[in-house]
């Protein structure tokens, strides 16, 4: 499964980020609203790692 990296809200308004794996960004987004996190962006670990090799 992909990796994704996520920044989401908790129910105070912190900001959590992390990476995780899922089978596709529309679950990965479910799971964190399982957990009372209301997703703010994800992408993929790998376009973001591929970025950084590139700057």
Known sequence: ??????????????LTEGTRTASNPDNLANEL?????VPVSIS???ALSVLKLTL
Do not use: D, I, T
């Open 44 to 46: 993929s670990a790998f």
């Open 1 to 14: 499964m992909p990796e994704y990296f996520f920044k989401a809200r908790n129910q105070v308004g912190e």
């Open 33 to 37: 609203m399982e957990q009372g996190l």
